[in-house]
């Protein structure tokens, strides 16, 4: 009785906390306004596929003047497809416009040898569901990324974690769909008629982490023998009351990457989450000859915990590869992934190259049939949100996309924490300042801005501040909060500004003009 009273006390607080969580971004207006990506990458005649993220009333119209030949755009949907034909850099205008108005942005499609030249914003089911995935769960959250405008902000990927795989069959002797999936290509093209794309999950080993099978075989023919004995559910996951799971966690003799992503290829899957550890070169470069080999592009994540000494093998055969081991809901584990190593990973970052800090653990999450509110106060949200945002790390939704609140679709849906992630530069943030109770992040932006988030990573409200010419900035600057989408002073360059922190909170400003080109003269010192 007195556990059942801890949980429903926990819970009461937790919802307390949400309902008294300050909503910091300001509601998108009902003019038209282009959000997400500034650049987008492809293949030359690989499928091509982009829903131009727009706010704004409906009904609205899309334009887009100087598309490669090949690409073709919907002006209902605000769809991209087709497939170019020419390697090139593509400047091209968009347009969104409705009753009210309408809105212009330049957007550079860049076909080429590199994909995913922004990090992929989406949703992964691992966090929310765990190995009780299934199709209908997936499409409640692709629903919900459309019905509560993520899409409008450039979230497109919806990704199947571990958990639909059933056995080996079809035209290539490939994995095969489990029951709780039974139109794996019917899903896709649901997706794709939306704008967004679908994901999936493998790994080289025998059995996946969470016991089906993965892309390679003990046998020639594909067979796995705790399949054939009959130690397997009702979806072909290892009965566990029978045989350990870490037991089919080797690498088979036979490889069936190719098969698999033929398959993939042929439903239509648009990222691959790759799983096993330690990651290493020989499997990281067979799956990544298999899907070049599809004509397909195909995101190819890399998971778990890469390691530094792999870095230059990972940056030439993977768009994505987490950096750490399975995130949690709680301050720690916020904590020791976000700030307790991503700098390491800063030389290896470029467009096309994105080290992964693990999933977004917001809203409603829990590895399994029933799910939570994050364990995260608001501040540390806050704080979760920014450190991704200004890291440049992929952006994947874990939580149930059915049930998201308003707060955390304040967190998920503001268009300028977004433009800091998808900045075409590419830049990591990294740590210019700090101690156990601080720590100071600034990344260098296209235009010349410079984001600059500051953590409290203590008990107690704190000041925190910079003097820009400390950061190497040579002229006056403007500050602008990010989160509220407003400018909030200015500061000469030799003068401090500074602010006050919430404990394990942040304040996340822009600095314009930034670095500037000006020709100084005189004494600068």
């Given at each position: ?6 949980v ?41 596929l982009?829903?131009?993220?727009a ?13 490669p030949?090949?690409l ?28 009210l ?8 499609i ?17 966090n929310c ?13 692709a629903?919900?990324m ?40 019917g ?11 679908l ?44 045989m ?23 439903w ?26 599809t ?30 081991g ?19 990973w800063a ?34 949200q ?38 800091v ?55 006056d ?6 989160w ?10 030799k ?10 909170g ?10 500037t ?6 004494f600068?010192?």
């Amino acid at each position: 009785m007195k556990k059942v009273f801890i949980v429903l006390l926990c819970t009461f607080l937790c919802a307390l906390s949400f309902a008294q969580a300050p909503i910091l971004t300001p509601a998108a207006p009902d003019t038209p306004r282009i959000n997400g990506p500034k650049i987008y990458g492809a293949r030359p005649k690989a499928d091509f596929l982009f829903r131009i993220p727009a706010t704004g009333v409906r009904p609205m119209r899309f334009e887009a003047k100087g598309l490669p030949r090949g690409l073709k755009l919907d002006p209902d949907t605000g769809i991209i497809s087709g497939r170019a034909r020419k390697k090139g850099t593509y400047n091209v205008t968009l347009r969104a416009t409705n009753s009210l108005g309408s809105y212009e942005r330049e957007f550079r499609i860049v076909i080429g040898d590199k994909i995913a030249l922004t990090p992929p914003m989406g949703w992964n089911s691992w966090n929310c569901w765990g190995n009780s995935v299934s199709q209908e769960k997936v499409m409640s959250s692709a629903r919900a990324m459309l019905d509560k405008g993520l899409a409008d902000y450039g979230w497109s990927y919806i990704n199947i974690d571990d958990g639909w795989q059933g056995v080996r069959g079809g035209k290539y002797n490939a994995i095969q769909p489990n029951k709780k999936f039974p139109d794996m290509k019917g899903l896709a093209d649901w997706l794709h008629s939306k704008g967004l794309k679908l994901g999936i999950y493998s790994g080289p080993w025998c059995g996946t982490y969470a016991g089906h099978i993965g892309s390679s075989s003990p046998t020639p023919d594909g067979h796995y023998p705790w399949v054939e004995e009959g130690i397997v559910d009702s979806v072909y996951k290892v009965d566990r009351s029978r045989m350990k799971r870490d037991s089919v966690w080797f690498f088979g003799d036979y490889s069936f990457a190719r098969a698999d992503a033929l398959q993939w290829a042929d439903w239509g899957v648009d990222y691959l989450k790759y799983d096993w550890n330690n990651n290493d070169p020989w499997w990281l470069k067979d799956m990544r000859a298999a899907l070049l080999a599809t004509g397909r592009d195909i995101v190819y994540s890399i998971s778990n915990s890469s390691k530094v000494v792999l870095g230059p093998v990972l940056r030439d055969n993977a768009e994505c590869w987490r950096t750490t081991g399975d995130i949690r809901d709680n301050w720690e584990s916020i904590y020791k992934i976000g700030f307790g190593g991503q700098d390491r990973w800063a030389g290896f970052k470029a467009p096309g190259n994105w080290p992964d800090a693990d999933m977004l653990v917001v809203g409603k999450v829990g590895w399994g049939p029933k799910t939570h509110w994050t364990g995260l106060t608001p501040d540390e949200q806050y704080t979760h949100i920014t450190l991704w945002s200004i890291l440049a790390s992929p952006l994947l939704i874990g939580c149930d996309m059915a049930e998201l609140d308003d707060f955390t679709l304040s967190l998920l849906c503001n268009s300028e924490v977004i433009d800091v992630n998808q900045d075409p530069l590419g830049a990591q943030g990294v740590r210019q300042y700090g101690d156990e109770t601080y720590a100071t992040y600034v990344k260098p932006l296209e235009d010349g801005s410079l984001a600059v988030a500051m953590f409290n990573l203590s008990d107690k409200p704190k000041k925190i501040g910079f003097i820009p010419h400390a950061l190497g900035l040579i002229a006056d600057q403007k500050i602008h909060d990010i989160w509220r989408q407003q400018d909030i002073g200015s500061v000469a360059r030799k003068e401090r500004w500074e602010t006050e922190v919430a404990p394990h909170g942040v304040v996340f400003v822009r600095l314009s003009p930034g670095l500037t080109e000006t020709k100084l003269r005189g004494f600068w010192r």
